[in-house]
């Protein structure tokens, strides 16, 4: 009997430690490579197999395999709020330290996940930082905050101080200097986001000589994000912006 007892609280032991099935509501729908539930798999098989073999070593060690400092595509890291701007009334552009004031190193249109808890539901969302990748000591993302949206109630809830995690890098847009003769950028709202580093790519580049066309879609003139970034980068010889406003 004793040893029934053991065998069964041994077991429940087990299972206790059994990775959770991620909620769909925990996948962002971009087709990130790996998703959370390439890691839910991943990291099931791992407990599979310590499990046959009655070896929890096994698991402290696949949780003390080291990550970056500072990104990881398989597990969050935490990262520091240092700014919170509005830009307009649903829109905010938010600034994230980077420790060792180091770049975070992305390639031109790279996006990262977020993860936000809102009553007890964990979600989670893609965002393209709109800093240039090796800007040091820190990263800024583009939010656009809908009244009805579940991550959007977590971004109205950050202040400075707070902490917020992130993981990734995936995608990217696979762009060489003078690949092209000309880019053309079309983009809505925060979807202008992807487009900012693969434009400061060029233009910070004195040999690249693409010529780019920009077109960016907004409800009104007040509602154009980065209004100043974007005038700026109209005075280089070959940039080109246009605003086409829904509203007049």
Avoid at 7 to 25: C, I, N, V
Avoid at 103 to 128: C, F, K, N
Avoid at 132 to 157: A, D, P, R, W
Wanted: proline letters at 7%.
């Amino acid at each position: 009997m004793e040893e029934e007892k053991e065998e069964d609280g041994d077991e429940e032991a087990w299972l206790q430690l059994r990775p959770a099935e991620p909620l769909p509501a925990q996948c962002c729908g971009s087709g990130c490579k790996p998703c959370v539930f390439d890691i839910y798999c991943q990291e099931l098989a791992w407990w599979e197999k310590a499990w046959a073999k009655k070896d929890k070593s096994l698991l402290r060690r696949k949780k003390e395999e080291p990550h970056s400092a500072k990104l990881s595509p398989e597990a969050f890291q935490a990262f520091s709020i240092s700014a919170v701007e509005p830009l307009t009334d649903d829109t905010r552009q938010v600034r994230f330290d980077l420790p060792g004031n180091e770049p975070l190193g992305l390639r031109p249109g790279q996006h990262l996940i977020l993860r936000g808890t809102v009553d007890g539901l964990e979600i989670q969302r893609a965002y393209t930082p709109i800093s240039h990748g090796n800007s040091e000591g820190y990263f800024e993302v583009l939010i656009k905050c809908y009244e009805t949206g579940l991550m959007s109630q977590y971004v109205k809830s950050w202040k400075v101080g707070d902490t917020v995690f992130w993981r990734g890098p995936f995608g990217g847009f696979p762009y060489r200097p003078n690949q092209y003769g000309e880019l053309l950028m079309l983009a809505a709202g925060t979807g202008l986001a992807p487009m900012l580093p693969i434009l400061k790519e060029i233009t910070d580049n004195e040999e690249d000589e693409t010529f780019v066309t920009l077109v960016s879609c907004f409800k009104s003139f007040k509602d154009i994000y980065l209004k100043p970034f974007l005038q700026d980068q109209a005075r280089y010889w070959n940039v080109r912006t246009f605003f086409v406003l829904s509203q007049v």
